[in-house]
C-alpha cells in the first residue's frame, strides 16, 4: 500500500487502510482544531462507501486522533501527547505475546493462533513495536519469563496460569486477555456460544438429527462456550444430550483424524450424519480420514469447522465453518492497548465480545440426501 492510496488486494481491512492514510496526514499536516473533509469527499476520494468512511474515521476517535463535533464534522485534537497506535511513545516497544507451554503438543501448530500472531505481528510492527511470544508453564512466573524484556504491554493468549493476571496487574503493565475471559483484565474474545449455537440450529433446519462434535482441549474456555452453545439449541430442539456423542481432540489436524477412525468404527444405524468439529484444523483431519475410508463430506455426512481459516484451500475444497472475525480481534486489542498505553482507556475492565458469521460453504447437505 502507497502512503495516500488503498489497495484492495491487501488482506488489511480497507477502514484500516483508511484509518492509516488520515492518521498519517494528521501528523504531517494538521494542528489541533483542524477539521478534516467530510464523509462524502472522503468516499469519493477513496472510492468507498460512506459506512467505510465512517468505520475509519470511529478507529480515529478511538485512538483519540480526532473527535466527532455535532454540526461540523471530525475535528484533529492536540498532537502533543502520542494519540495512537499510529504514532507511539518513546518508551519500551516490546509487546509480549504470553501463550501456555501446554497449547499444543511438541511440534504441532494451530491455524487460528498462527493468523491470529502474524496479525498482530503485523499491526504492532506498523505501529513501531515488536512482537515477542513468550510461553509460560504451570509454576512459572510472569516477571521471570519476562525478564530482561522491558515490556511495554502484555496480551494474554488462552489458558495461561490464573495467577498471571494479577501478575501483570502487579507489574502495573498494560495488560488484556484474548480467547479467554477474566474479571482481572479486559478481555477481547470471540462468541463462541452464540456461533455454536447458530451451527447446531443449521444443521437441525436441514433435517439432521443424529449429532457429534469434535471438542477441543480439556479445560479451555472457548472449547466450553461451543460445546455449551451447540448443547443449548440441540436441547432446545429436543434432542437429548445424552444421544449426541461428544469426541476429545486437542486443536490438531492429527486429532481430527483420531476422532474420524472412532466414527468409522461405529455402526451405520448410529453413526452421525452431522459433524460439528471446534476448529478447522481438527476438521479438514476430519475429513481427510473419512473421506480415505470412502464417506464424502457432504454426502455421507455433512461435517462444518471453527475459525475459517485459509490453510487447507487447494488440497480439500472448503468446509462451512465458522468465520470469527480475527481482523477486528486484533484491532479492538490493539486500541485497548495503545489507549492503555497514552493513559485514556478506562481502569474498569471490560469484555470486548467480537461476533461471528457462520460461512456457509456447502460442506451441510439435507438430510434427505445423506
Known sequence: ??????????????????????????????????????????SRRFDVERNTVRRALYLLVTLGLIRKVRGRGSQVLSLRTPPSALSPDSGSRNIIFVTSASYLPKGQSESFHLALIRGFEKRFSDSGYNLVIKSIGDGQSLGNVMENLNAAAVIFDSHVPASCYQEGLDLKIPCVSVNHYTELVTSVVSDNFDSAYRMARLMADFGHRQFACVTGKAGYQTSAERLSGFQTYLREAGIFWNEIQVFAGDWTFDSGIQAAEQILTL???????????????????????????????????????????????????????????????????????????????????AKIQIGATIVDNGSIESIADV
Open 1 to 42: 500500500m502507497s502512503g495516500t492510496t488503498i489497495n484492495r488486494q491487501d488482506r488489511q481491512p480497507v477502514y484500516r487502510q483508511i484509518a492509516d492514510i488520515l492518521a498519517a496526514e494528521i501528523q504531517q499536516n494538521h494542528v489541533a482544531g483542524d477539521l478534516l473533509p467530510g464523509e462524502i469527499l472522503l
Open 267 to 349: 455402526k451405520k444405524s448410529i453413526r452421525p450424519t452431522a459433524l460439528f468439529v471446534f476448529n478447522d484444523d481438527m476438521a479438514y483431519g476430519c475429513r481427510s480420514c473419512l473421506e480415505k475410508n470412502g464417506l464424502a463430506v457432504p454426502g455421507n455426512i455433512s461435517l462444518a469447522g471453527f475459525d475459517n481459516t485459509e490453510n487447507y484451500r487447494g488440497i480439500f475444497s472448503p468446509l462451512t465453518t465458522v468465520d470469527v472475525n480475527i481482523n477486528a480481534i486484533i484491532d479492538y486489542t490493539a486500541w485497548f492497548l495503545f489507549a492503555r498505553l497514552a493513559g485514556r482507556a478506562p481502569e474498569k475492565t
